[in-house]
């Protein structure tokens, strides 16, 4: 018996307009942009849409009405989820029809499709918390399997997930920590003892998302037929073919004129040709096989480039100066209770915001292997730390009226007091409710000194 | 393989990028093992120095001296004065002549040079040296290429082009047998206003020279005291140059953070009416004149900046980002110019777009990190733009035209 388990990682971020210095303490709004360019994030959902959401979506469901036994994974960022909901809403229905049929399976991640986990412990669990309560409230079902932003994975992160209940987790299924052995089989994490890791066969993912339509690749064009040929060729090698790649990758990334959506449209057929092959959710999967090793990965495992860790989104001076900038801001923005200020906070948190500033090989002169909607890593850099820096002043702003409310408040306490009371109080009363009101203001002015 | 180069100025000349191109090309040659006879006009600064710079190579490159002297960068009717000879009396004896004028004894000298020398190739750097190189390949039948290191189009900013300039460099391109430009930028310039084939046209970007610049004593000490921020202009004072934008971007800036400081280091014929545009739009205070820097006081002076901006209208290529990194200043630079091809760790922004311009200037002066990520990654960079992969180009150029020569 083979099975394949296929999942299609659904994310847009809101992409920050070209916020100048100017803007600072002017403009609340940054990812409101309403130009031609690749800024505007109406206009990029509206437009992949168009190309890839509506024509797979059609694709996805023709499948599963015709072949009772396909089956497949979503993930969703919360980011993408709401700008369906603003921006195209049939779109967003069309997912929950898909998931409707009991067949799609939908994994847990974080809300805001950030590098919280290995900033922040806190957040991350707020975040991933966040989603399953949206997933829950969108699509009626519950993730039991965790997928974590550009599937970076580490032990611990493992580890976190076996002890919050997650049956199942999904990561790179990388040579280095592989070695000789097949990634179609399932692993234990070290230092786990029930959880178990799906890990992505990048061969063959890759040649769907990434190589499908280059017609320099000795395998173009793929067929179907092909293709179901090499998964085939696992038969006996292994249990499990998981085949993780961007959703996107149809349609947006392989234009239709690649052919992939008519590959999409051949492959369920195709694989299950051979009478022993079937596709199973990644819960299925996870409940049908047993671990045959354990998956060791100390250090920060990712999907991207041959590098397989974080130096896409951290690996130079500006990326991590941004990044810490915007942790570093956790404690002052947490504590100001305003949901509007969190949730602006979140979404500066995604990783693209971090990808944009990537610099990697682009001394080469390769500055197309980065996709970016600015002009260069600087250009992105600049718009996200205005904006960052006009939080960072309408976070302080917001705990410095919390203080000054405080403190009125103080001060109005006996006109209340002696409002509401026709008996003289007990001065210790009076005492132990002037020292609590003091507590709050010091704390509060705690924070604001040491932001 | 031995090649007969006109140029117009040569080091330790204070002239410009032209001198400091042809110098890195003709010693990269040299390494190359390409013969190199470089023809000059006479100009005593150029005379003693050049031999000086060519000393470790004496034995292959003659310097020739015809009897012009030119300055750069004039227009054709600016009137120089050239000295000719001596009154009976021993005082020397100038004659004004045009620019034009120059050229054209330029070119009669350099078909006599022709006629006396061996040589396989013909190499004109500048329009200046367009007719020479012309006149050489009349005289001796051998290819010739054109080094396009500006047009008129850049020198008038795109506008008042200088009629005899561009008839000068349209001829002349369509009688060259392959013209190389020091960049894209302006390779795109040759083709749309001069009518030149694609096919005939090589980009061949400037190199730069990569050794670790010593550290000087900081200049501007008083201001830097007081945590001022200093952003730097650093060249002619032209229209080409987009001076007058940079001060309208300084106004932007210093009403947002009145602690910022420019400094406009150089010479032109813009100069004055910089001077009054500052007054004008009150920023006296705010901007300083540095007058013509060279050598070890503008090495000082990139050094001790915070940013440098280079803000050209029209740029054939443009040195000043790469010396500004080499002293580990940052730049600004105008997406109008050839080195904006080649730099992917500098800031770059259109230079009509004054409030972008101001935008980025402040951001940079904020974030710290980011000015020194990009002096840190663009100094990996320059080490990939050598004159010697730019040599490389050239001498396959050479061996392309002289492959079915006998």
Known sequence: ?451 | MKVLTFGWEFPPSKNGGLGVACYGLTRELLEAGVEVVFVLPRSQKTLGNAKFLFAEFGELVSVRHTDITLEPYLQSDSKVEVFVGYTPDGRPMYVSRSILEEVHRFAHQASIIAKQEQFDVIHAHDWTSYLAGVAAKKASGKPLILHVHATSFDQAGGMNVDPAVYRIETEAFAFADQVVTVSGYTKNMIIEHHHVPETKVSVVHNGCDTHEPPRLQPTLAELKAQGRKIVLYHGRISIQKGVDYFVKAARRVVDADPTVVFVISGWGDMLQQVIEQVGAMRLSEHVRFAGALWEEERDRMYQSVDLVVMPSVSEPFGLVPLEAMLHGTPSLISKQSGVSEVLTHVLKVDFWDTEEMANQILASLRYPVMRSQLVKEGKQQLAGLSWRSAAEKIKAIYQRLLQYAT
Request: one cysteine or more.
């Open chain 1, 1 to 451: 018996m083979l099975t394949v388990c296929p999942y299609f990682h659904v994310h847009q971020p809101y992409r920050v307009k070209r916020y100048r210095v100017f803007d600072i303490g002017n403009d609340e709004h940054y990812f409101n942009d309403d130009s031609q360019t690749d800024l505007n994030n109406r206009k990029i959902v509206e437009k992949v849409a168009e190309k890839s959401y509506r024509p797979t979506n059609r694709i996805l469901k023709d499948l599963l009405d015709t072949h009772p036994e396909f089956r497949f994974n979503l993930s969703f960022s919360g980011t993408v989820l709401d700008q369906f909901e603003a921006y195209a809403p049939d779109v967003l229905q069309s997912f929950q029809e898909l998931v409707a049929t009991g067949r799609v399976e939908i994994l847990a991640d974080t809300y805001h499709h950030s590098l919280a986990f290995f900033y922040s412990l806190p957040e991350f669990e707020r975040q991933v918390n966040k989603h399953r309560e949206r997933i829950e409230s969108l699509f009626g079902v519950t993730p039991r399997v965790f997928r974590n932003t550009e599937l970076s994975y580490r032990n611990d992160l493992a580890k976190w997930c076996e002890d919050n209940g997650y049956l199942g987790i999904m990561a790179e299924g990388w040579d280095k920590y592989l070695g000789w052995r097949s990634p179609n089989f399932l692993y234990r994490p070290a230092g786990c003892s029930s959880i178990k890791v799906l890990l992505k066969n990048y061969k063959l993912s890759d040649d769907i998302a990434f190589r499908f339509g280059n017609r320099e690749w000795a395998g173009w064009p793929l067929q179907a037929d092909t293709y179901a040929n090499w998964i085939h060729a696992h038969h006996g090698d292994g249990q499990t073919v998981n085949l993780f790649m961007d959703y996107e990758s149809f349609g947006e990334h392989q234009w239709e004129d690649t052919g992939i959506f008519n590959f999409l449209r051949a492959l369920p057929e195709t694989v299950l040709r051979r009478k022993d092959t079937s596709f199973k959710t990644a819960t299925e999967t996870v409940q049908s096989y047993d671990v045959i090793g354990e998956y060791d990965v100390p250090d920060v495992l990712t999907w991207a480039d041959t590098d397989r860790d974080l130096t896409a989104w951290v690996g130079n001076d500006i990326q991590q100066d941004a990044i810490a900038a915007t942790y570093r801001l956790e404690t002052d923005v947490m504590a100001t209770e305003d949901m509007q200020l969190i949730e602006t906070w979140r979404k500066l948190q995604t990783s693209d915001h971090f990808y944009y500033m990537c610099t990697k090989w682009s001394n080469d002169g390769d500055v197309h292997a980065y996709f970016s909607p600015y002009q260069s890593p600087y250009d992105a850099y600049i718009a996200f730390m205005n904006a960052l820096s006009d939080l960072q002043l309408r976070v302080k702003k917001a705990t410095d009226a919390t203080v000054v409310e405080t403190v009125s408040e103080v001060t109005a306490t006996p006109a209340a007091v002696l409002n509401g009371i026709r008996v003289l109080p007990e001065e210790d009363s009076i005492l132990e409710l002037l020292k609590k009101l003091f507590a709050s203001v010091r704390r509060k002015i705690s924070r604001v000194i040491s932001s």
